[in-house]
Structures are given as structure tokens and as C-alpha cells.
């Protein structure tokens, strides 16, 4: 959320607290329970006070929310503040809890085991039961007074839409009419190049003054509603507004081959598709941004030595920097330094921007090694680090190519909604691209990834790239 009526942040800290209120309560409730339960079966425990504040239920006490608040977070339920509903909060907590209450017992509680099966499973049952009530407490009492304001018309949703058409006033009264939670207060219009317009007393902007209008309107969400509006000419507009990090969307009616399989919002009301989100669960984005971190982390601790070893090769076999940069588009189009070991002259681009090719007569020596066995691209773990690319995601490619690119083949605008990853499904099928028509034959299969987005995609694409390192297919 971007308008002035809705903090991600101040959003997401009241569920996290909420969270770890209640689940303290479930749990020290369950410890009352489980002094009983014991007792029946442990003449060693003597009364409640004495097991309450033993050292071990103590630390329990201390460390068990800590850690089932870690799996609430991981499990994506953070990711997106807003635009929960009751339902949904019902289906994820319990999934969540069923986890946890698992984890506890296998974990934590497999020593309270009383030998009889039955009164193991009463266990189970009632540590599950507490957590999840309380925790689905808490958090219907949130989401009902966020639903309550929006109803009150307190909240309003800060909308922008694209267009300025017949089509477009038409979206906007289906919006007011619509059984929705959420109070659309749409802004204005913004015109396209080429569109008719309606003459009304809307606001309407010119299109080159998006950015403009969403900054200082604090727009929350941007709806496309042209009149006529092409695969193409949609790739377009999706290029310029992805850097501006805001939803954008699109009615299903708008009949497009990207609009398949996306995620839809708002089922109670009027449906939307969102454009911005990739075709993965927020608990399976978790899991990879988590092993991003893990795996990149350990690597170049692991392989430190070997890439001091790599450095100095680079310095002694050829004139120029160890470590080679460049500008690269990213997540939402946004730039980034990739960095990778020097495999060419550094006069490589003196005439502009190359791609290689075969052969290629500015590749160092060490520069082709390295690359046949993708050495160079060793240091983009740093990258990773920083979380301008993942392990796996499409190429990331340079702004001159990209707008080459996107003449031939529009789509690729789509991969803008994830990161770019060091690894990717078009490396691993089509490999190294000497010229834009390569390019664009390799951007299917990035597409293709996105469609497919899962972390056993991401696994698959690794083992492929792991195979293709060790044989040395890299070029």
C-alpha cells in the first residue's frame, strides 16, 4: 500500500504482535494442561507452581513463540498486510498451525510421551487446538477492524486508472456498485497515446506524467482499462509502471495470453488479475529468498580461498581489473551492479555494447576457462547477498538489449516482476546468446520459468546447472 490511508509496515508489526501475544497465551495455557496431563502419569511432579517455573518451561515459555513466530513469517503470512479476508486467515492458520503443532511435538514434547498412544494423540490434539484458536483470534480481530474501516469508508484504496475511455468509465461505476470491502476513491485517468478521450469532469493526465501522478497522489493500486488495448501495447505500458513498485491490474475481461494462471484479487467484489505478482505462493517466495541468503552466504565463505586463488589469476594473465561490473535491469526494471570475474580485454566494448559470441577474440585465455566452467559468474553471489538477483530467476540483461528485445517480442516486459537469478531455465536449455534474435529465443524459456515458478522448478534448474558446470558447458 502506497496511499496515505495504508502502512505495509505499521500493518504487518500488528499482526507479528498479535501473533506473539496470543501464541504466549496458548502456550502457557497448554503448560497448565500438560502439568495435569503429566502429573496423572509423573509422580515426580509436585505441584504447578514448581513445573511452571522450572528452568526448562521457562526457556520453553521464552523460546517456543519466538520460533512459532519465525514459521508464521516464513510461511508468507506477512507478505501482504492488506486484502486479507477470514476465510482465507481460517484455511492458512490452520495449515500453519498443524505444522507447528507437529514440529512441538516431534521436537519438543515426543519426552511427555506417556507410552499410551491415546493419550499422546490428546496431547497433540490439545496443544493444536489452543494454538490455533488463539491465533485465529487474534488475527480476526484485526482483519475485521481493517474490513470495518474500509466499510466505513474510512480507508480508502487510492486508484489510479489507465485509460481514458468509454471502457474505463465503465470499470470505475462497476467498482462503486460492486460488493467489495475495499473503497475504491479513483483519482483520475491517465490518456494514452492515440486514445479518442471522453470529455467529463474526471481528471485526466497525460501519459507521460505517470510517475508524476503516482508519486504525488500516493497511489495505491493502478488499474488498466483502455479501450482497445493489445499484447503489445499492454507490454509497453506494464515496462514503464513495473519500476514504480505499485500494483498494477487488469480486468479478466480484458482477454490476454498473459492473463492466465496470474493471481486474482478481490473475489467478493470485482475481480482483478494482478500483473506485478509472480505465479508463486508468498510461503514458497519466502523458502527462496531464504535459501538465496543461505546458499550465497555459505559459498563464499566456503570458497573463499579458491576465489583469492581466481583473483589472482585474473590479475596475473591479463592487464585490467579482477572484478568486471556493468549495469543490469532488475526486479520492477530497476538497475543494478552485476559483478563477475574479468573474462575479456578491457577494451571488450570500446565500440559499444557486444554480446559473445563463439571464438570470441576478447576472451582472455583464463577468461575462456572460466567461463566454459562459469568461474566468472562466481562473484554474482554477492549479488545474490544483496538481493538484487536470486540463485535462479531469467538473464539479466542490459538496457540497450532490453529495448531490442522488446520490439520482437513484447512479453518480455513480464520478467520484470521477479528478480534475475545467476542461473536460468534459458541458460540451462538454450545457453549463451551471441546476437538479439538468440535473445529473444532464450526469453521464451525465462517466460516459460516464470509460468512455472516453484522451488522444485528452482531445484531442477540447479541440478541442470550443476551438471552443465561440471562438464563444462558453460560456453
Known sequence: MQGINFNNSTQRAKYIIMDYFMVNIA???????RFYFLHIYQVSVYALWHFIFSEKIVLEQIFVPICISLIYGISGYYNRPYGKSRVSELATTLKS??????ALYFGLLINDSTGLRIRDYELIVVVFVLLFCFTYLGRWIITSLTIMHLRARRWKYITLVIGNSKESRELCDKLKKSGSAWTYDVIGYISLNGEPG??????????????????????DQIIIAP???RDKRLMTILERLFPLRIPVKISPDTISYITGDLHLDDILGMSFIDLTLPRISEFEKNVKR???ITVSLLTMIILAPILAVIALTVK???RGPVIYSQQRMGKDHIPF????????????ESGGPMLSSDNDPRVTPWGRFMRKYRIDELPQFW???RGDMSLVGPRPEREYFIEQILKKAPYYALIFQVRPGVTSWGMVKYGYASDVEQMVARSRYDLLYINNMSLGTDLKIIIHTIRTVLLGKGV
Open 27 to 33: 502456550f502457557a495455557l497448554f503448560n497448565i494442561f
Open 97 to 102: 498451525t498443524a505444522f507447528i503443532t507437529l
Open 198 to 219: 471522453i470529455e467529463d469532469n474526471a481528471t485526466v493526465w497525460d501519459w507521460e506524467e505517470v510517475e508524476k501522478v503516482c508519486s504525488e497522489n500516493n497511489v
Open 227 to 229: 479501450g482497445k488495448l
Open 290 to 292: 531464504l535459501t538465496d
Open 316 to 318: 596475473l594473465t591479463s
Open 337 to 348: 551492479k552485476i559483478y563477475k570475474f574479468r573474462s575479456m580485454r578491457t577494451d571488450a
Open 383 to 385: 549479488n545474490v547477498l
